[in-house]
Structure formats: structure tokens, C-alpha cells
């Protein structure tokens, strides 16, 4: 199956809009972006995150814009759970949705269920700021104490950005803190400020993390860190310093240094801890990857560095396959033993249809006896003719019994004539009565005739993940 067809598109754009609106359990995406292994390192960093999730939601509008692809526009959403002495559906929630000119989010208005006098009760909101850009500015999660309540702010983030569409402030406020062991709702304070500097490349060369201290309700620098890159752009060096405050020296904590290869591919990346006392760097880590002929990651190998030898030793390796479509098809973990002997770990095996579909997951975990592997998790995954998920099934050991495998939970998906999913429902296991029992199910409904423009920016959002749709 191509990235740029449009089953594909119609496909990945769905989930995104499950995985990313339902408060269910992730798919493993299973695709060839190598973002595990590629600088793995500074991914944590807000701005990072924020610019691979960018890039992914841009590059589906653009395809769907390409192929003039219809995607209804989600107008609302209804979740249920299931009564087991009855054996119906009872309602629980209802999220409805606005949008602005530009087809931005703007509202989710979720409301629960009065059962006693038949009503919806306004429950929370979260309100959604853009500029003219369609970059997203500000986050409002807003709450009621009960349906006659007046809202009032539970958190909010705010977003700011230079002149050439980059981060440069993220800032995170709530009402909501900790204090004497127990929670309190006050006016809102600014819990954390995480703050963005870049050369004129656009390259991210600082970021500053403040975080509040409780004691004293103000913000205090928590992570300080520094980036170079070479002629070519790329990421050479991360400097971390220690936490500090206004006015202190700053002193160097520990530094990443990354080496590239002549596709301009990481080769290896190596940590370093800072000496106070002889105030040297010395080296701890050292993480270097093969290649096989099509630049993919075969082997990764995790090293130490022992300080009586002065050489680098042996930890342990992952080897890593992919199908003739470059597709992930296995990773091995290995460990070395006190022989200096490669011995394995677990091994977790992925299998497709001809389409590319990921139809089955199974990670294994070593035991050297018969068998060799012991599954410890599996996944079967099943397709409609447009290549739409319909059925996930997870199984799990049982407790106490490693070679007892059994179903752990179901997800089954619904779609109308238009490819939109109009029904998910989550199931899992009951060991007592031996079979799959539902809990709980959304639907959807949509605004017809409705031209992609934007994917829906999800309920759930953080500092690392930022809509840009320049």
C-alpha cells in the first residue's frame, strides 16, 4: 500500500482521529520513520516533539488536499458503558464539537448524562486559540463543580512563536496544586515556562525549563540545555547544566555528542558526565548503529565506557529486520553475559498483509528451554476492504503461569458508507465467565460534505505537541 494513496490517507487520518480523541490505548505505529532510533535523545524536549508531530499532521493535509480526499468533520461524540445485569448500553458522556472559519477546533464542549431528570449536564470544556496562521495559541481546560456551577479554569497553555513560525515560548498555568499533602484550587498560576532559542538556521540551539517551587509559588530553572550543529545542520552536541538559579555560575551536567555517517545518517551518539573536580568531560555511554543496504538500522549496540581498561565494552544489542516493502518485521535483544557471550532477551516479531497492514504483534521473552520463547503479549489486528481497521485483539499470560496465554481485551470499529468511523466499542476479558464483556462504546456522528483542511487538533493537548500548519 503507498503512503500517498488514498485508502492510506483515509486510513491513517481515521486513526489519528481515534487514537488521538478516544482516551483508549495507542496503536503502535509500525511505520518506516525510524523515529526510534534517530536522535533519540533530545525528543523529550518539548519543541522536538512538537516539530515531528507538526511535520506528520501537515504532511497528511497536504496528501489529502492533493487527492481532494472527503473527510466528514466530527460534530459530536457519544460514550456508553455497559450495564452487564441488563446487558445494555447505558449513556455516560457526550462531547460536542465547533470549529472556526478556518476549520480550527475551537470547542469541546463534553457534557455526563443526568439520569435522575433525563438532561445533559455541561460537565468541562476545552477552548482552542489560533492565529492567523492556524498555529495554535492558547488551551483552555475549564471545569464545573456540578451542573448550576459556574465554570471556573482548571489548567491552560499558552504558545508564542518567532516571525519565521517557530516555538519560542510554551507556557503551562492551572489552578490546581499540592499543597500540605492535599489538593486546592486557587487563582491560576504558572506551573511551568519552557522557553526556545534558535541560530539563523531555525536550528534549536537553547531551552530553558522553569518549573514552579511550592515553597515559595515561584518559577526556578529546572533544565538548562544547549545544542550545536556543523556546517551541514545537523545536531553534534547537547550541553546539559545543572539546575541553578538567577545569578549562579552555571555548571555543565552531562553532554551528548552524535557523529554522522556519509548519508548524513547518525552513526553513533555518546554521553558524557562532567567532572567538578578535575573538570573534564568523561565518557559513560556509547549507542552506534549499522546499516543494512537500504540505511536502515540492523544492529544497535549500547556500550560503557570502564575507566580502569579506558576502552568502551560490551552491554548490549538489538538486530532489527524489515520485509522487502522496508517494513519492521523483528527486533532481538541480546545482553552479553560474563563469558563475553551474546545471550538473548526477547525478540518481538511483526507481521503484515499485502497491503502493509500490521496484522499481528507478538513480543516474546527468553527462557532457553522448550521453547526457546515464551510469549508474553500479542496482538491480531483484522481490515476492511479499504484497509480501516476493524478489529484489534490483545492477549496476555496469566498471572502465575507464563505458558497460559489468553484474550486480554478487544477493540471493534465501525464505519459508515463514507469511511467515517461512526462506532468503537472496547471489550475485555472476564476470567470468570471465560469470555469477552463490553465496557464501554463511542459514536460519532459528523457534518456532511465537509473538505479536509485540517486534521482535528486532539482533546489531549501538551507543550510537545503543537499544531503547525504553515
Known sequence: MKLTSPSFILYTCLLVLLTELLYSQNLHEFTNTQDEFAISEPDFIGNKVAEKYSAKYTSLQNVCKQHQIHISQLDSVLQYFHNDEYDIWNTYSKTDYSYDANNNSILELVYRWNSFWSVWDEHRKYEYEFDALNRITKYIHCNKENATAPWYILDQDDWSYDSNGNLIEYINSSSLYLKSSSLHYEDLNTLMKEEYTYNDNNNLTKYIRSTINYNTMQLEVYRWEERFYNADNNLVE????????????????????????????ISNYSHQAWSKENELWNNTTLTSYTRNSSNLISISL??????????????????????EDTLFTSKYEYELNDFDEWYAIGKEIFTFDDNGNLILWVDSLYRGGDPLYIVLTKQELSYNSNNQLLKRTAYAVSTGNLYNLTIDFQQDYIYDSFDNLIDFTYSYFHPLFGELIPVTKHGYTYNSNYLLKDILYPSSVHSTLVQNTN
Do not use: C
Open 302 to 323: 549500547f556500550q560503557t565506557w570502564d575507566i580502569e581498561a579506558q576502552n568502551w565494552q560490551d552491554i548490549s544489542k538489538t538486530e532489527y529486520t524489515y520485509n
Open 238 to 265: 547537547t550541553v546539559n547544566y545543572e539546575t541553578y538559579q538567577a545569578g549562579d555560575i552555571n555548571i555543565p551536567s552531562y553532554r551528548i555528542l552524535y557523529n554522522y555517517d556519509a548519508n548524513q545518517e
